[in-house]
């Protein structure tokens, strides 16, 4: 079962967020129909984004990431949400290139961009230029520049023998204010010799162990267990149909005989009937006339 874990270590100097993500990830995937190389890149973003969602204050903040470094792979899209919920999207899910590093597959010349949506008049929004298109790094940069808070990141999918998933996750350490050079000397060494956290997931048999090996005084702040979360419904789309320009709507019930849509987010399929249609240009005719 996934889990997230978080607190904190070294006398509370330091942030820890450790997470097992393989569930997540593998319903992205099979949502998506997704390559290896595009569940891999796909898999670290949403982690974070699962991440990220665990330290939101209430349900009704969000946040939305962005990465676009032009390369094969093209735009990925991640929503968080509070309790680490999150959904998300890799615009050329097919693209799969066992040669290349993600780093190659995301591109470089480009951007991470996230907005955070915490109920004021208007959202934060912070970009930074992508520096290596691992995610980790571009994650732990994005944090120094636009939160002015040092961090290590680790965020990795792993497969087994035969190429199927077996394990995803992401490890955070963030220094607190004030950090003694003792703490900062501890993370540093734990970073410099750490093995990739997708393969601690698999040695350990839950987030709090894996931290527990690391450190000797965790302190847990709390516990949430991420989940793919999408918030499209068919009313969502039935609203945005409505509102479609009449010539529109006629095409679509003269010549498709209706029309499906598809949520770009969680890939769900949503069928909308010719007579559903007629009745969406009836009523847009009579609000006109009347």
Do not use: W
Request: include cysteine.
């Amino acid at each position: 079962m996934d889990i997230l874990t978080r607190g904190t270590v070294l006398n509370e100097e330091v942030r820890v967020i450790c997470c097992r993500s393989t569930e997540l990830v593998r319903e992205a995937a099979r949502r998506h129909k997704l390559s290896r190389s595009a569940t891999t890149a796909l898999g670290r973003v949403i982690t974070m984004g699962a991440i990220m969602g665990s330290m939101l204050k209430t349900d009704k903040e969000k946040l939305e990431i962005t990465i676009d470094g032009k390369g094969p792979l093209g735009q990925i899209v991640v929503d968080g949400y509070y309790g680490a919920k999150a959904r998300g999207f890799v615009e050329n899910g097919n693209v799969d290139d066992p040669q290349a590093s993600i780093g190659q597959l995301i591109g470089t010349n480009g951007s991470l961009r996230v907005v955070k949506d915490l109920g004021m008049k208007q959202p934060f929004v912070s970009t930074v230029d992508l520096q290596s298109g691992e995610i980790g790094d571009d994650f732990a940069f994005y944090y120094m520049i636009s939160e002015q808070t040092p961090s290590a990141i680790s965020v990795g999918v792993g497969y087994d023998e035969k190429g199927n998933l077996a394990a995803a996750g992401g490890l955070v350490l963030q220094l607190m204010p004030g950090a003694t050079e003792e703490s900062i000397r501890i993370v540093e060494d734990i970073v410099r010799n750490i093995k990739p956290v997708s393969q601690l997931m698999m040695e350990y048999e839950s987030p709090e162990d894996l931290i527990n090996a690391l450190f000797d005084d965790y302190q847990e702040l709390g516990r949430e267990t991420p989940e793919f979360k999408c918030e499209c419904s068919r009313g969502k789309f039935a609203r945005i149909i409505r509102k479609l320009p009449a010539e529109d709507l006629q095409t679509m019930i003269d010549e498709d005989g209706g029309c499906e849509v598809v949520c770009k987010m969680c890939g769900k399929r949503y069928q909308f009937s010719k007579e559903t249609l007629e009745g969406y240009l009836t009523a847009q005719r009579a609000r006109k006339a009347s």
